[in-house]
C-alpha cells in the first residue's frame, strides 16, 4: 500500500500508517506518471523544491552539522575552562607592579638556556596575569611556540606550555578547536567543515522558507509554530518541537554559517578575494624596512601560524623601549603582544590583541635600528566591511562580549545540534512497518515554469562560484532530479501499452 501526505512525502509499506502520522493526513492533488500534479504548470514549485533539498541536505549532511555543533559548543566554553585548568600557570602570585619586562624575558631565557630569545613577548595584560614569553621550538608542531609563564612582581617562572597560533591557545583549547576546526585528521579535516558550515546555510535557509510558508497558509495553528504544542504527539510532537526551535536558531546559524566558512579552504580563499576585489580588505602592517608588505591577517583564532623565529639576538631592553614608543602613540590596552623583527630587514611590531567591544587591535612597526615608526594600523581606518568580518570572527569565537557572548553559543550549539537529532527522529517516525521513510516526492521541477528551474540553476551556479561544496552539488542536485523524473516519467509511458493489453486480454 503506498499514501501521500498532505506534506508531499509518499510512504511505502503493507501496514498501516501511525496514528500521529494518520491523522495529518488529506487527499493530495491529482498526480501523474513521474509524481508530479497535473498540468502544465503546479502551484508551490518551490516550496515542494525547498521540502526536498531540506529533506536530503539534512539527511546527507546533519552528522557533519551534528559534530560541528558539539564540538563548537564546547569550544565556546574554552576561555572559562582556560583559566579553570590553567589558573596555577595564568595567575601571578600577588597584585603588585610588575618588574621591567626585560627583567622577566632574561628570567625567561635563563629558564630556557641555549641562547633562546623569544618570539615574541604578551606582557601581564592586568594586575594578577603573568607574562607570557614565546620561544621558537623545532620539538613542536608547526605553527606551535613554548610559553614561558612569568610572575610580574617576582619574576618566578610558573608554567611551561605550548601556545598554537597567533591566538596563543593553550593545549585544551588547541585540542578542542582541532577537533572543530578538522576533527585531527589535517588539511583533508578541513573539507568536513567547511561542508557543515556551507550547507548549514542552505539547511537553515530551506527550512525558514518551509516555516514561512506553513506560517502564512495557518490559521489557527501559528502559535504552535513559535512554540511547540505539548498536546500533541509522535510525529506531529516533533515536527512542533523541529519547527519551533528552529525558528529561535536560524538567524544565529546563518550567522555562523557565514563566518565560518571565512576559515574554509577552497570558500575562505574566494570570500577573501572578493573582499580584497571591492575594498574590504584588511589592511596589512608594513614590517619591511624597504616598504614590502609583510604583516597581515584576521583568522587568529581556530588557526593562524605562529611568529617566525629571528635572525639575530632580541635585545630584552628593547622590548621595553618598542612598547613604550606604541604606548605614546597608538596602544592603548594592556592586551599587547611584542614581536622582534622574524628576518633581517625587518621592523618590530606591537599589536593589540584585545577582542572583547570595544574592539583594540592597532598594530605599530617600529624600526629597531633608529626606533623611529615606519607604518601604522588604527582599527578606525579599517573598512567597513573589514570591521564587519573582525566583529563577526570575534563573536563565532565567543570573545566579542565574554562570558555573554560564550553562553549564547553555547545555547545555539545545543539548538543546532537539537534540531539534526529531531530532524533524524522524525525520518525515523514517519517511516512504514519496513524499510526507512520515502523522501519527499519527486516532480517539483516538473511543474516548475522553465525560467524557475533558470533561475535555480544560476544562482546555483553562481553560488558554486565562491561557495564551491554548496553551489555545485546543489546545481548537480536539481539536473539529476529532473532527469530522474524525465526517466520515471518515460519508463511509465512505455509501460502503459503492456498495461492497457494485458487488461484487454
Known sequence: MTTTRSDGVSVSGGAPLPSSVRETRSPGPARGAGGAASGAVRKGWFTALLRRVHFFAGILVGPFILVAAVSGGLYALTPVIEK???????????DRTGMPLADQIEAAEAYVGSGASPVAVRPAPEPGATTRVMFADETLPEST???IFVDPATTQILGDLPAYGTSGALPVRHWISDLHRSL????PGRWYSELAASWLGIVALAGLGLWIGRFVRSRRGRRDLLRPNRTHRGYRRLSGWHSAVGIWVVVGALFLSATGITWSTFAGANVSDLRAAIGGATPSLKTALDGAPAEGGEHAGHGGAAPGAPTGVANPPTFDAVLAIAKRINVNTGDVEIRPPSSLGTAWVVQEIHRSFPTEVDAMAVNGATMQVIDRVDFESFPLL???SRWGIDLHMGSMFGLA??????ALALGIAALVVLGYAMWWKRRPTRGLAAAPARGALRGAPWWGIGAVLVVAVLIGSVLPMVGYP?????VLDLVLGWWGRRRARLAAPVRSGAGAS
Not at 557572548?405 to 553555547?410: A, G, K, S
Not at 546543489?474 to 536539481?478: D, I, K, N, T
Open 386 to 388: 573589514a570591521k564587519l
Open 474 to 478: 546543489l546545481a548537480a542536485f536539481v
Open 145 to 147: 611556540t613554548r610559553a
Open 84 to 94: 579553570v585548568v590553567y589558573s596555577h600557570e595564568l595567575t601571578a602570585t600577588s
Open 405 to 410: 557572548n560564550q553562553l549564547v553559543l553555547f
Open 184 to 187: 585531527h585528521l589535517g588539511a
